[in-house]
């Protein structure tokens, strides 16, 4: 059994655990679902009274003396009628029972100790030799609706953390303690890049001047790598008619997800959840010679989706999505060479900001391939060009079958942050479906249509959600490059502000972001605020500086860089900025 697999299994055990503790804890508890999680396990529970994360060290406690107790897991396979009977008076396990058996699957009831609980198994065999009693805690009380229903009952669910060892358990928890000084929603207040507003709605992130400028800076620079490959620039509407959406499938598969909209005549139109069907009816739009293949568009747009209340966090998880989306319409022949210019993009993109890129090829589910389109040969083919590319680009990648896009399968790259959190940043996603839905050809040299390939290519996928990566990557202390505010000119006096102010209109004549701190304050108090806003640089101006003609130049955490002209500082900003170090 692989090391992550096994891990998987301690947490379900444990989540069996909590849920015979609470149960001893509580005789009247009614027990709902108990799965492992990243990172942990949880159980949500019906309870008799109300509990508070107060209450948690002593669940804990009970369940290191329960757990010496559970030498191994035994398991059974009985009938509906006998696991309703096992389980009688709680409607939880009673409708999961009847669920199962109307799948026609088998219903199990796993035993450690004197609890029995209803479960697919994915146990350690041996509790309590395998489990060590220091590598697990719990952590929070929370409120979760019943099946996630908010028209359910509301259960109380336990949230615990799990690892192999004490030492791992501390390093996760030393993690969570820095990400909450990092959390991008109280850094984006704190930098004012961005807030959302109860008239607004949940889900939809206004931009300030700041944090558009980030944004800005970070889609220009997309462009500028993507420019070089031939791309170009389209635009298109935020709504369309249902019928693209039946067209290439999206309707089927995201209907729940989608803000609809009625005409006043009665015609049914849709906020656009994502952008690839517009883009086949641009390349649509007239015949196309193999000559004139490949044809790359590109364009930077929102999506909207209908995501629960419950779901939204911050920018991680939001309504409106900003897309820096782009699609590739390519003859098969052209497929691994364009495949590999979008890799290399990616590389440069995100090796801007330091990380180093793992790669994972998502599959589609042989088991299940009714939540895809096309046939299983189709996608077979095309997930054999991705591993070529992937060969090619001598790079190592872990399978992941059943995490595809229901249209095709992708390439993710994988990054750490610098708190050693992974996230999914960018994809490559090959489509030979969405091409033969729409019946996207060209002319090929013997004068036959031929079916197209269609290549999906999002490098930063949401703005929003790598902005709340990138926030918390840096902790809001962004490298020069990025920075909405890269310099601010502070005068030490009153009478220094006219120095000041001329410095400030060259670096802003060079292109530099800065600002000029003139307000009556003393200096103490400018380069406090300077730093709180995480500004890169700082210039103080005083009777020294203006005497050489020179200004100090300083730096947020390597402090005093020394007096320099403003030639010079000039230069050392100008290379910072265009090495982007």
Request: aromatic fraction near 10%; charge should be negative; hydrophobic fraction near 35%.
């Amino acid at each position: 059994m692989k090391s992550e697999e096994k891990l998987e299994h301690k947490r379900h055990s444990l989540a069996h655990l909590l849920g015979a503790t609470v149960l001893e804890m509580y005789p009247k508890a009614k027990l709902a679902i108990g799965p492992a999680i990243e990172n942990g396990f949880y159980y949500d529970i019906e309870l008799p009274e109300t509990i508070s994360d107060n209450d948690l060290p002593k669940i804990e406690k009970a369940m290191e003396k329960m757990l010496p107790t559970w030498k191994e897991f035994t398991h059974k396979e009985v009938t509906e009628a006998e696991a309703k009977k096992y389980f009688k008076g709680n409607p939880y396990k009673l409708e999961l029972i009847e669920e199962i058996a109307g799948k026609g699957e088998k219903i199990t009831l796993y035993t450690a100790g004197e609890f029995t609980d209803l479960c697919r198994g994915g146990h350690v065999e041996h509790p309590a030799k395998e489990i060590d009693p220091l590598g697990f805690t719990l952590v929070r009380v929370a409120g979760a609706y019943w099946r996630g229903d908010e028209k359910n009952k509301m259960l109380t669910r336990i949230y615990g953390l799990a690892f192999d060892t004490k030492e791992e358990l501390e390093a996760y928890e030393k993690q969570i303690e820095e990400a909450k000084k990092r959390d991008h929603k109280k850094l984006g207040r704190e930098l004012d890049l961005f807030t959302f507003s109860d008239l607004v709605g949940a889900g939809l992130p206004l931009w300030t001047p700041k944090g558009t400028m980030l944004r800005d800076i970070l889609d220009n620079f997309v462009w500028e790598l993507r420019q070089k490959y031939g791309y170009e620039k389209v635009d298109i509407p935020h709504i369309t008619k249902k019928d693209l959406y039946e067209t290439s499938g999206h309707w089927e598969k995201f209907k729940t997800e989608l803000f609809r909209i009625e005409t006043r005549e009665g015609h049914e139109f849709v906020m656009k959840p994502m952008n690839c069907p517009h883009h086949t009816q641009i390349y649509a739009r007239k015949p196309w010679s193999y000559r004139e293949m490949p044809q790359r568009y590109a364009s930077t747009t929102k999506v909207y989706r209908d995501e629960q209340s419950g779901e939204l966090s911050g920018l991680s998880r939001v309504r409106a999505i900003t897309q820096d989306d782009a699609h590739v319409f390519c003859r098969q022949s052209q497929v691994k060479e364009e495949m590999e210019k979008i890799w290399n993009i990616i590389e440069t993109f995100y090796g801007a900001f330091g990380f180093a890129l793992q790669v994972r090829l998502s599959l589609h589910d042989s088991q299940n391939m009714k939540a895809y389109l096309g046939d299983e040969a189709t996608w077979l083919k095309a997930e054999n060009e991705l591993r070529e590319l992937i060969k090619e680009k001598v790079a190592k990648a872990i399978e992941a079958p059943g995490e595809a896009a229901f249209y095709g399968p992708k390439v993710d790259f994988m990054a750490k942050d610098s708190i050693g959190r992974e996230w999914q940043v960018a994809t490559i996603q090959l489509d030979m479906n969405m091409p033969e839905r729409f019946d996207l050809t060209c002319t090929n040299e013997k004068g036959e249509k031929e079916r197209i390939v269609m290549l999906h290519c999002a490098i930063m996928g949401s703005i929003e959600r790598l902005l709340s990566v990138l926030i918390e990557h840096y902790a809001g202390n962004f490298p020069l490059w990025l920075s909405p505010v890269q310099v601010r000119v502070l005068p030490v006096r009153e009478s220094h502000n006219e120095y000041a102010k001329e410095i400030y209109k060259k670096l802003r004549g060079a292109g530099i972001r800065a600002e000029v701190a003139l307000e009556d304050i003393g200096l103490g108090k400018k380069v406090r605020s300077a730093k709180e806003e995480r500004v890169s640089y700082f210039i103080i101006v005083g009777d020294k500086d203006i005497e050489a003609k020179k200004a100090t130049l300083e730096h947020r955490e390597k402090g005093n860089l020394g007096q320099m002209s403003t030639e010079e500082i000039l230069q050392k900003l100008m290379e910072e900025i265009r090495e982007k170090k």
